[in-house]
């Protein structure tokens, strides 16, 4: 169950995420072609599909973190896998452009997140489980904040041609 002082921070990360979800439209309509055109840059797309992962991901358990007296478990859990899923399918088919380091702290997050799902659907009453949920949602934003960022700047972009 979720501990009632945490109301106000999912509050807070639901509003932030779905905020930043749609500042990510954004940044992608603004060079559409070269994202998720014909010609699109795999990097390009693989940091917006990343990003938006990571925000939905945080967006949906702080969403349902906020329903009274909801266990986080089954949705921790289950985010976690189409995080791990999404995240693997992207990676994998894309040899060679992927950074390690990113993935791995990707792989990380929702490794966890699964992890701390599976126990606290165990043992629901543990409130701990929610509070080191806490911090991975704040992996995940950071990490997905660091990635659109990388988008809207053109670090790894390659330009379309005209």
Known sequence: MVPGNLTPYFAATSAAAGALIGLLFVAVSLRPDSIFGKNGDATGRRLAESSFTGLVNVFFISLVALIPTTDLGYPAASLAVVGLW????????RVGVSHLTVLLSILVIYLGELGVGIAAIFDPSQQTFVYVLVYLLIAAMSLAL?????????????????
């Open 146 to 162: 660091t990635r659109a960022w990388s988008l809207l700047t053109g670090e790894g972009v390659k330009p379309t041609a005209s």
């Open 86 to 93: 999404v995240t693997l399918s992207r990676h994998v088919r």
